[in-house]
């Protein structure tokens, strides 16, 4: 029996994981991400899918990174937060240095795959992924396939402008979603409820060091299972414009169910309740269609890994 490998490359760290057939990930190596990007990344990659090939009879190597990826899957067109990436015919320079067939996938497309053939999402022929983390990422299924696009950047959902003249976005637009429904935005959201109730934040405040700067997402979620009620409040403004957008990306699509993943997502219900709520509140022809099932991502950190190393089998 033969396997594939799937590595999946973040701003800390590279992952990468000997996988079987059935999504079961037999072996694991990590590396640090370096910082200058460029070929020193590639070469890290390729050190680990030697480490894994050496262990296992390997087929091919499945890569999922955030950026852009052309629609044949062989080249990084643009990766907004790695350097020495942008236009990279990446398929062909780990080919040379593994001696192994590369699939590269964005990382949010290929959890998204996970998902649908291992995780939350198994056997759905129409989903919607949203990854809440730093921002907000998408994947998307339709009729058993991603959805790439032309020119294979479709589903970055994060970038849908919701809010005219709104906060300004890492990509250079303003009122984009991820300023609202992510992780930073969570923070954003706290914060804001804080300069607003400063007499009722002091327990939230205390979690960290007692500053607006120091507070963190973990800090947020904790308190908020804690009952806190700024922290809560927190949640429910981060839900509000995660079911919304939702709402609208739903009429479009039409997906069966919406998979949450992500950070963010640790919180279960807390986030993903208020959710719901406001995808129903702010769904178009409301009452008139079935609506999406809301669910958590079963397969965290991993997921891309899988994803990715299964896109590879393909």
Aim: aromatic share 4%; glycine share 14%.
């Amino acid at each position: 029996m033969t396997y594939t490998i799937g590595i999946d490359v973040g701003g800390t760290k590279v992952l990468g994981g000997v996988v079987t057939k059935d999504g079961e990930v037999l072996t694991t190596s990590r590396r640090d991400t370096p910082r200058e990007g460029g070929s020193a990344l590639t070469q890290t990659i390729a050190d680990v899918a030697l480490e894994l090939s050496a262990q296992y009879p390997v087929s091919a190597v499945g890569l999922s990174a955030a950026g852009f990826v052309s629609s044949d899957r062989k080249t990084m067109l643009a990766t907004p937060n790695i350097a020495g990436w942008n236009g990279v015919q990446l398929d062909a320079e780990l080919t040379a240095l593994i001696n192994l067939p590369v699939v590269l996938e964005n990382d949010a497309n290929a959890a998204a795959w996970g998902e649908r053939t291992f995780g939350a999402g198994k056997g759905k022929e129409n989903m919607l992924m949203v990854t809440v983390g730093t921002g907000v990422g998408g994947g998307i299924i339709v009729n058993g396939q991603l959805l790439r696009g032309a020119f294979g950047v479709a589903a970055e959902i994060g970038h849908l402008r919701v809010l005219p003249e709104g906060h300004l976005c890492g990509c250079g637009a303003r009122g984009c979603f991820e300023q609202y429904a992510s992780g930073n935005a969570l923070l954003r959201h706290a914060r804001e409820a804080i300069a607003a109730s400063p007499d009722l934040a002091r327990n939230l405040l205390s979690r960290g060091d007692g500053t607006l700067e120091g507070l963190t997402g973990r800090a947020i979620t904790d308190a908020a299972r804690d009952g806190d009620q700024v922290a809560i409040s927190a949640f429910n403004t981060t839900g509000q414009w995660l079911g919304a957008g939702i709402a609208s990306l739903s009429v479009i699509l039409d997906p069966e169910c919406v998979v949450i993943g992500g950070g963010v997502v640790d919180a279960g219900e807390i986030l993903l309740a208020p959710t719901r709520a406001a995808m129903e509140r702010y769904m178009p022809f409301a009452g008139k269609h079935p609506y999406p099932e809301i669910i958590a991502a079963t397969l965290g950190n991993e997921a891309g890994l899988v994803g990715a190393a299964d896109l590879a089998r393909a």
